[in-house]
């Protein structure tokens, strides 16, 4: 008998409608899967498996961290295959577990796809190795399903816990010969940033009709808004105003993801590969805070991205007092390639995104649950494919003014973001010249308006994000420019 853990596998596939059988042993095709831990464990490693002094070669094993997070998980991702649960309503497999009482093993079914999750409970009596089946067959669910999820601590119900708070006893199991019936193979895409097929790269092969975009080359450009306007959260630009104890990888269904600095210059950029769900943490803040009597303290968070293979990217400002963990009543931002989200994604270049706190506020399918912004202590990703982030913030202001010789009051600056143009107005001196740049330093506009009321034409412009020189009598401003 062959094992793994909960932490997974190694994958034996057949193309077309054939029979997914993953173990350790032997090894499996390049790119026919991928594993990653769902959350930080105690152990999560292959070993060689002894049990009841037999050796039965290699086994992943999961050792469960007793620190109350029910919520540890192991993911498997096949980029060859997948389980259609419209014909397939069953996966079992070999679970070794050693303990006094039974235990539920949640399994949720996933996709990259846009498919709703689906999970189910299997059961493993707790005396060593037992043959594990997750049965789907009453629950409501046709489509493709790429991957498996393994909850050694958690019971069926999206989010009800096993115990009161949580199961607090570290768990050691393994599991092996993983098996269900494929659905079709998956064929070489362009849309959901995995490498199958023939593939020679993410999204890059026979019937694609572009290759994947390559990684930045430039860092996101730095912020101009005034550290003592914002609050931030992942920035090397603002170091005083700062969240506290704040950790890059809190929880994650993506990976690998990592830190990287692009130009060398030690501007840190989160790199997210292969997203799913992926989120960070810090010392809980307070969002509803005021500066005065009914005038808030911040109205917007922001960001900055760069998508190289993502076609979908949704933003959470995780609240304690709304729905969580996948539920589709979770406030979010939503940045979609296809377009019909908040905003529509653009790729291969880096974007600001600037959202107002009243979209999770007054998000539609809250059902009543009010985000208040308090406590806030998570950030959250969702989506697919691969991007780099950079410049989380707070802010009051959604829009750039920098001033060293005259007050922003003396400027206003509408609408940004814009599809077209913007107009610039002057309270006071006349405008002598304007010069637009874009995130590369070029200059894509120059114009000598002489006026204290000028529209700069973006129509030509592609979308993106741009910075605007404006000079008069008392100095020259930085604006930045949305261009959506």
């Not at 997914?20 to 999560?44: K, Q, R, V, Y």
């Not at 600001?352 to 009243?358: A, E, N, Q, Y």
């Not at 114009?447 to 910075?467: A, C, E, H, T």
Request: proline share 5%; glycine share 10%; with cysteine.
């Amino acid at each position: 008998m062959k094992k793994i853990t909960l932490l997974l596998i190694l994958l034996t596939v057949s193309f077309g409608y054939s029979q997914i059988d993953i173990t350790f042993d032997p090894a499996p095709l390049e790119g026919s899967w991928a594993f990653n831990a769902g959350e930080p464990m105690t152990t999560t490693d292959v070993v060689d498996a002894t049990v009841e002094n037999a050796t039965y070669g290699k086994v992943g094993r999961m050792i469960s961290n007793a620190g109350g997070m029910p919520w540890q998980n192991a993911i498997l991702i096949m980029t060859d295959n997948t389980i259609d649960v419209t014909t397939t309503k069953t996966i079992t497999a070999d679970v070794y577990y050693v303990g006094a009482n039974p235990i539920a093993i949640l399994g949720k079914l996933t996709s990259g796809i846009g498919q709703p999750n689906k999970e189910v409970d299997g059961l493993h009596p707790g005396t060593g190795w037992s043959s594990v089946t997750w049965d789907f067959t009453a629950v409501s669910a046709t489509g493709e399903y790429n991957r498996i999820s393994f909850f050694p601590n958690r019971v069926e119900g999206g989010g009800n816990w096993e115990g009161t708070d949580g199961d607090t006893v570290s768990r050691e199991l393994w599991i092996d010969n993983i098996t269900a019936d494929a659905g079709a193979a998956i064929v070489a895409t362009c849309s959901d940033g995995v490498k199958n097929q023939s593939e020679t790269g993410i999204d890059c092969g026979p019937g694609c009709d572009a290759c994947p975009l390559p990684d930045p080359t430039v860092s996101a450009p730095s912020p101009l808004i005034s550290e003592s306007e914002v609050l931030s959260v992942y920035s090397d630009t603002y170091t005083t105003n700062t969240v506290a104890n704040y950790v890059f990888q809190d929880f994650t269904g993506s990976g690998p993801n990592s830190e990287v600095d692009i130009e060398s210059d030690g501007n840190m950029t989160a790199k997210i590969e292969n997203l799913n769900y992926y989120g960070s943490a810090f010392t809980a803040i307070d969002l509803s805070i005021e500066e005065s009597s009914g005038v808030s303290k911040y109205d917007f968070v922001h960001f900055d991205y760069y998508a190289t293979s993502s076609t979908l990217i949704q933003f959470y400002v995780i609240d304690a007092n709304t729905p969580c963990c996948g539920s589709s009543e979770e406030p979010r931002y939503v940045i979609d390639l296809a377009g019909g989200g908040d905003e529509t994604l653009v790729q291969g270049s880096w974007q600001s995104v600037f959202i107002p706190l009243s979209v999770f506020a007054n998000f539609a399918a809250n059902n009543g649950a009010a985000w208040d912004g308090t406590p806030v202590s998570q950030i959250k990703f969702e989506g697919n494919g691969n991007f780099f982030y950079d410049n989380i913030y707070f802010s009051k202001n959604n829009f750039v003014l920098s001033s060293d010789d005259f007050e922003i009051s003396e400027f206003s600056l509408y609408p940004n973001p814009t599809k077209g143009s913007w107009n610039v107005k002057s309270k006071s001196e006349k405008i002598s010249s304007i010069k637009v740049f874009d995130i590369l330093g070029k200059n894509v506009i120059s114009m000598l308006p002489n006026s204290d009321n000028v529209k700069i034409d973006g129509s030509s412009l592609k979308r993106g994000m741009y910075f605007a020189q404006i000079k008069t009598v008392n100095g020259v401003n930085s604006i930045k420019l949305i261009k959506q």
